[in-house]
């Protein structure tokens, strides 16, 4: 089964929790604080390997979580950090934020990876509170929670050529004669409902990888049909392979048929159309097909290459082939944002609207107090140690959380919620 596009969960480790302790040796009276912070949580990382060819495993496991880091401990010591969570996906995979719809990542070399959910820092120490005025501070931090989101894999495929045209014009048959692939080939139209890969070799150190891709109809960049599902992977060939039926076997006009090929191509993305591209007008050997080839050739004149094959009886498919090879050798590999060379110098600033840190709403009798920094504060918070909850009350002072509450009428007694925590309200 072939599958190119999947929605999966991920989730970085959450931070290891800092640790409140003290000195206690013989001989050293005072020793003062000495817990250590929580280690790291872990990474999710998208990694991509060769040898993978489909999104097919994630069909069965849609959900990812890196491990925790480890707790602080006694004596200063730092809790261990969190292995990174590695998930292999294949070459041509494009990440997509659920939410937002932003790229993260397009991953299409052996081994380039890509951080999808950054693991939480580990908590900090009471060794970290120490301060003249408060030397033995009973203060630690939870850990931080990881990053999660729900994100979508859609998998462009990775050739270097694609055969493309209407249902039933000879793609498949056409690969399946020049590799090894045995793609499915019926009489009937939509027989492939997905991308099938072969590897043509030319000679002992020539070859390229063609794609045989669902045929296309009238409206597929709207997504009619198989629409999005075929276009999305013409976006990585490097040559398009145009396959027409000269011989107009279904009733259609070839040149027509091109026509409209080349129109959705254009419509789903500005420049595809300008891809280089081969026509290979397939059933020659079918009536009516010399006279269509010529009012075809005059019809879009001497500057588009077409080379008359027959799939099936093989007549003018190795020259085909190797026009295909010898184009292949002077085209460039396709740019990609990827693949532009690092450099330090590059730095690309993004400016963001400057956002409210908090907002403060009123449902029913509970005063509910939202925003990202606070829920990450108070879970960040230990809740058993009373110096902790009186430094987080100190910082929503600092914050200016008590007078928006006091704006929005909460009164001594009120209760007052953030996240999945409660308290009341005291002036």
Do not use: C
């Not at 006009?253 to 789903?268: G, H, W």
């Not at 200016?400 to 005291?426: C, N, P, Q, Y």
């Amino acid at each position: 089964m072939f599958v190119d596009k999947v929605k999966i969960f991920v989730k970085g480790g959450d931070g290891g929790n800092g640790m409140v302790a003290f000195r206690r040796e013989k001989y050293v009276p005072l020793g003062g604080p000495a817990g250590g912070d929580g280690g790291k949580g872990g990474d999710v990382i998208l990694e991509v390997d060769e040898g993978l060819r489909t999104l097919l495993d994630f069909r069965y496991q849609r959900h990812f979580k890196a491990h925790r880091g480890e707790n602080g401990r006694p004596k200063g010591q730092h809790g261990a950090g969190a292995e990174d969570l590695i998930v292999k996906v294949p070459p041509g995979t494009t990440v997509m934020d659920e939410e937002t719809g932003d790229v993260l990542a397009d991953l299409t070399r052996h081994g380039q990876r890509a951080v999808v959910a950054r693991g939480g820092r580990g908590g900090r120490g009471n060794m970290r509170f120490a301060t003249p005025s408060n030397p033995a501070p009973e203060i630690s931090e939870n850990g931080e929670p990881g990053e999660e989101r729900w994100i979508y894999l859609e998998l462009k495929v990775m050739a270097d050529v694609g055969l493309v045209g209407f249902p039933s014009v000879g793609k498949s048959t056409l690969l399946s004669v020049v590799s090894r692939a045995k793609p499915k080939i019926a009489d009937y139209h939509f027989t492939t409902l997905s991308p099938n890969l072969g590897m043509v070799y030319v000679g002992e150190e020539r070859s390229f990888v063609m794609a045989d891709l669902p045929g296309l109809i009238e409206g597929a960049h709207e997504g009619v049909g198989l629409g999005h599902q075929f276009l999305r992977h013409v976006e990585r060939t490097r040559l398009i392979v145009h396959v027409v039926d000269i011989a107009g076997s279904e009733g259609r006009d070839p040149y027509e048929d091109y026509v409209q090929i080349n129109e959705e191509l254009k419509l789903y993305q500005k420049g595809l159309e300008d891809r280089p591209q081969i026509v290979a007008a397939n059933k020659m050997d079918l009536p009516g097909a010399e006279e269509n080839l010529r009012a075809f050739r005059e019809k879009v004149g001497e500057d588009v290459p077409v080379y008359p094959i027959s799939a099936a009886t093989r007549q003018g498919v190795q020259e085909l082939i190797y026009a295909v090879a010898d184009l292949l050798d002077q085209l460039p590999e396709t740019p990609r944002v990827d693949e532009l060379e690092d450099t330090e110098e590059l730095v690309v600033y993004k400016a963001e609207e400057e956002q409210e840190r908090f907002t403060v709403v009123k449902e029913n009798e509970v005063f509910v107090v939202q925003g990202e920094e606070m829920e990450k504060l108070i879970k960040m918070t230990n809740l058993n140690s009373y110096d902790s909850i009186q430094r987080f009350a100190r910082m929503m002072r600092k914050m200016g959380v008590e007078e928006a509450l006091r704006r929005k009428g909460a009164k001594d007694g009120d209760t007052v919620r953030i996240g999945d925590f409660e308290f009341e309200f005291v002036e």
